[in-house]
């Protein structure tokens, strides 16, 4: 049904916003994945996100790279300029856009196969760079553009649908953002929007290097026994850490949870990440113990979901570089160019 | 014995060196020191891919006339590597000299008998004067300077300023290089003569800088507005980043807050760097990365994404001997085609082509403004004899009523307006669509950039008359190109002739000299430099109006010429190839012997030019 113009017109009761806007004033064209395509359920989660925390569609940047996960932003958020850009390339370009102007919020989009392959390291070094951004990788180990090849996040012993068993060992993108210095860490599963949807709102707002990892199972070639990221796997195999309510505006909420079992983080721009604790003893702030943790569980086969490590106080890579407050491309010819005097100057310093 | 040449203010110095020993100080010391007397110098570093050990050469031209190219020849040779003694003292011109450590005796073999021979016992000198390790491989070299102050009749306090200044955050270090100074001249007064060499005071600098091309593209980067530059280093093109950087914290604080304005980040690869070019071109920023021949290659695939889907960003291609690694700290202009057609598909981009220092400033600049204008990619191709070397030019010029052109950008007022935004919609007829940034507008404006095939209002489409109209909006604006970019610069020869020659870039000092000779021989020959591609009409005009016309390029597969003919259906026949690819910079006497015996005129120097 992909050729179907998405109608425009909706319910005039539909709940609005804060700024007015319906949850149908962040949606896209009409995706033209496969019917129960996990990366769906992640758009429909990046819509609900973005409407509940009153973002203006148009101050968001979304970027992506090439595969199927790439293609998603076109579903989502009309209203936003996007740039599709290419294979395995988001993270520099997304990193260029954002030194270009500091006061958009930048989603980048990406793919297993996108990230953890022929992207890696721009991957690793965005991480490391600590650029502004919300970066999810839809995740279902596997290329599904070119029909079911194992991609790098393959869990080693998985079987592809043709059942060839994969030998080599599986990338956790998440331990690696972890390493590599990401300031917000989060997993979830495409199937648990209650999950998902919170961790999204909580890494649009992070200031940082915000990433999601997304189990997000391929319908088409990655559904199968024998699979780790089948929806049966990871729901069986899933354990969460914390369940997340993210808060604007710094609501006195805390009465809700009972004592000991919330941890509340500030972030920079005023919202408050709520963590109601599942597992006893995770510390989410904890980036060594978090690491510690995340590896323990894999060894006895259990998919670690929720926030798993958010620092507060982090720092981006403007503050890094010590940038001007007013975005790059909005500088006056009288901000950049120093004109004939000082050029005069340099050129009797070079006699 | 033959006689010992005899110049004034016009000779070629040529210091062989081993790289890390201190020497490139001196070197600069004793070209600033000529340049103060107000005689006109070229200087030309050749040096190894290494930090420590290698050879170095740094080849001085001084020349009354002005002439800024190599000429060919060494009149002087200072030989201070044991390793490349044969050969230096093979290329020394008959009738020259030979300045060397004579601290320990050599056999007569290793010298000439048509050379004069001139030994100063640099280390013994400098080993009598100090003890600490540290001072004696530093000071030899200021020794050495002080014995070739009085050889060749250098104004002894000019050198001297130039130790104070260099030394002025160090003025402890003054004294002791003076002192190494007058050893070295004192040595050179009390047993040897002045060489036949001679530098006398002149007029011939005039307000004329000396700087290198790549510090000149920097600083045109800085006025022409650039804000992101994201790179990776690699030679010859490291400095130009650094250039920017210390630029950039002298003229781009905010005189309040101090915080910068503009962000410079050393990117993990050329792909990552052009990826934020190109990220932060479509979000509205002036972009540009550095880069050479291999750096280019890296990024084809962002090239064709940022003609494709219409990205204005910069790239200044610093080229090296190639293919491959090549030859990673020699010269070439060898990316041309590379860079013309670069990336998969059908794809052709804007070439700026500087002939030194003073046009890598200009075009360094405008070179944004071309980018913003035709929304593309815009190379700048430098070179490593232009970029790394410092050159002789006239000062930088900047008019304070110039605007920074942004091109066809649409703004959040024309969107409420009611203007109907097609991202690839042809409008005017130059092939230019509007674009708009992210963020224009809450409701209008927005679009899905992609390098996938799409129609005028940026929806993907795969028909093929909507795929072809666009490619050929894309032939439409190159047209366009063809009208912006800087004219070809036409040189007529005294008398009607029916030969042309075409040269570019780093070529053009030694070519003015050539032109010059040729010219006193009689032999004339109309010239155009090129300064661009696409290429203006003037360029195929020129051809048209000549029977024979000589190409003159450094690499091997005579790019430019590959271009001409592509690119304006010309007779193969008519261009005629004269190449130089073996590193070093083009020399004039290379090219007016080739042009000369093209024209048919008989010249013994001919052969094996280039080979030297």
């Known amino acids: 049904m992909t050729y179907i113009v998405k109608p425009q017109f909706h319910h005039p009761s539909l709940p609005t916003n804060k700024l007015g806007f319906t949850r149908r004033d962040y949606e896209g064209r009409v995706s033209t994945l496969c019917a129960g395509c996990g990366h769906d359920s992640i758009s429909a989660a990046i819509v609900q996100a973005c409407f509940e925390i009153d973002l203006e569609p148009h101050r968001l940047a979304k970027l992506s790279g090439i595969g199927c996960s790439s293609k998603t932003p076109d579903y989502f958020l009309s209203a936003s300029h996007g740039f599709n850009t290419v294979h395995g390339r988001m993270p520099s370009v997304l990193t260029g856009a954002n030194l270009a102007n500091r006061e958009l919020i930048y989603l980048g989009v990406s793919g297993d196969g996108d990230s953890a392959s022929i992207g890696l390291g721009q991957f690793a070094h965005a991480m490391r760079r600590g650029v502004n951004m919300a970066y999810i990788v839809e995740n279902n180990g596997v290329y599904g553009l070119t029909k079911g090849q194992f991609s790098a996040t393959a869990d080693k012993g998985s079987k592809s649908k043709k059942g060839a068993v994969n030998s080599d060992s599986g990338i956790d993108l998440v331990a690696m953002a972890l390493q590599l210095g990401a300031t917000f860490v989060g997993r979830s599963f495409s199937g648990d929007k209650d999950q998902l949807v919170p961790l999204i709102k909580a890494a649009l707002t992070h200031k940082g290097a915000a990433f999601i990892d997304v189990l997000s199972p391929c319908v088409a070639f990655n559904n199968h026994k024998g699979s780790t990221k089948s929806f049966d796997w990871v729901r069986e195999h899933n354990e969460a850490v914390n369940r997340l309510d993210v808060i604007l505006g710094r609501a006195p909420v805390t009465a809700a949870y009972p004592p000991g079992s919330l941890v509340e983080v500030a972030q920079h721009d005023g919202s408050v990440l709520m963590l109601r604790k599942v597992a006893r003893d995770y510390d989410a702030t904890d980036r060594v113990k978090a690491m510690a943790y995340l590896h323990e569980r894999e060894a006895v086969g259990e998919i670690v979901t929720g926030l798993l490590y958010v620092e507060a106080e982090s720092e981006d890579l403007h503050d890094a570089l010590a940038t001007v407050a007013k975005p790059l491309n909005a500088l006056s010819d009288a901000e950049l160019v120093p004109g004939a005097a000082a050029l005069d100057r340099i050129n009797a310093a070079l006699r | 014995m033959t006689r010992p ?348 082509l500087p002939e030194g220092p003073g046009e890598c400033f200009e075009m360094g600049a405008s070179a944004f403004d071309l980018a913003d204008r035709l929304q593309t990619m815009v190379f700048v191709m430098l070179d490593l004899d232009m970029g790394m070397n410092e050159w002789l030019v006239e000062p930088f010029r900047w008019d304070d009523s110039r605007c920074l052109d942004h091109g066809k950008v649409m703004t959040a007022e024309m969107l409420e307006a009611g203007a109907d935004f097609g991202r690839y919609k042809d409008v005017d007829g130059d092939g230019i669509p509007y674009r708009t940034l992210p963020a224009t507008h809450p409701s209008k404006g927005a679009y899905f950039t992609r390098g996938t095939s799409r129609d005028p209002y940026a929806r993907y489409s795969e028909e093929g008359a909507v795929y072809v109209d666009n490619m050929e909006r894309l032939l439409r604006k190159f047209d366009t190109a063809r009208t912006l970019v800087p004219a070809p610069i036409l040189r007529k020869a005294r008398e009607r002739t029916s030969y042309g020659v075409i040269y570019y870039g780093s070529t053009s000092p030694a070519m003015d000299e050539a032109l010059a000779g040729l010219e006193a021989r009689g032999l004339n020959v109309d010239a155009l430099r090129v300064r661009a591609f696409p290429f203006p009409g003037e360029v195929f005009e020129f051809i048209a109006h000549h029977e024979l016309v000589f190409v003159v390029e450094q690499n091997r597969d005579a790019q430019l010429r590959t271009l001409l003919i592509n690119e304006g259906g010309v007779d193969p026949a008519r261009l005629v190839k004269v190449l130089n690819y073996d590193g070093s910079p083009i020399t004039a006497r290379f090219i007016q012997a080739e042009l000369a015996r093209g024209m048919g005129a008989v010249d013994a120097n001919a052969a094996g030019e280039m080979a030297q």
């Not at chain 2, 002192?179 to 001249?185: D, R, S, V």
Request: proline share 5%; with cysteine.
């Open chain 2, 5 to 352: 040449t005899a110049a004034v203010n016009d000779f070629v110095v040529k210091f062989a060196n081993v790289n890390g020993s201190g020497s490139a100080s001196a070197n600069g010391l004793f070209v600033k020191a000529i340049l103060r007397m107000g005689v006109a110098v070229a200087a030309r570093n050749i040096f190894p891919s290494n930090i420590q050990g290698l050879p170095t050469w740094y080849e001085i031209r001084v020349s009354g006339h002005g002439w800024l190219g190599r000429r060919g020849g060494v009149d002087l040779m200072v030989a201070l590597n044991p390793q490349t003694w044969d050969r230096d003292v093979a290329e020394i011109d008959t009738g020259g000299y030979l300045f060397y450590d004579s601290t320990k005796p050599m056999p007569a073999s290793k010298f000439r008998e048509d050379i004069t021979v001139v030994g100063v016992p640099l280390t013994a000198l400098c080993n009598a004067a100090y003890v600490e390790p540290s001072k004696r491989k530093v000071m030899k070299n200021i020794i050495c300077l002080g014995a070739l102050t009085f050889l060749l009749g250098i104004e002894q306090d000019v050198v001297e300023a130039l130790l104070a200044e260099e030394y002025a955050s160090k003025p402890a270090m003054i004294p002791a290089n003076i002192e190494a100074l007058h050893i070295g001249f004192d040595h050179a007064k009390q047993n040897l003569k002045p060489l036949g060499l001679q530098l006398k005071r002149a007029d011939a600098v005039g307000d004329r800088i000396f700087v290198d091309g790549n510090t000149a593209a920097a600083l045109g980067a800085v006025y022409g507005g650039a804000t992101v530059c994201a790179w990776y280093p690699i030679t010859p093109s490291t400095s130009l980043a650094e250039a920017f950087t210390e630029y950039c914290r002298k003229l781009r604080h905010d005189p309040e807050t101090g915080q910068a304005r503009y962000a410079i980040v050393q990117a993990e690869d050329e792909i990552a760097s052009i990826g934020m070019v190109v990220g932060a071109g479509w979000n509205g920023a002036r972009a540009f990365t550095c880069t050479s021949g291999p750096g280019v290659s890296l990024m084809q695939e962002f090239i064709g994404l940022s003609y494709f889907a219409e990205i204005p960003a910069v790239i200044f291609d610093v080229q090296r001997g190639g293919p491959s690694t090549g030859m990673p700290t020699r010269t070439q202009q060898s990316d041309i085609l590379s860079a013309a057609y670069a990336s998969h598909g059908d794809t052709k981009h804007v070439l700026l």
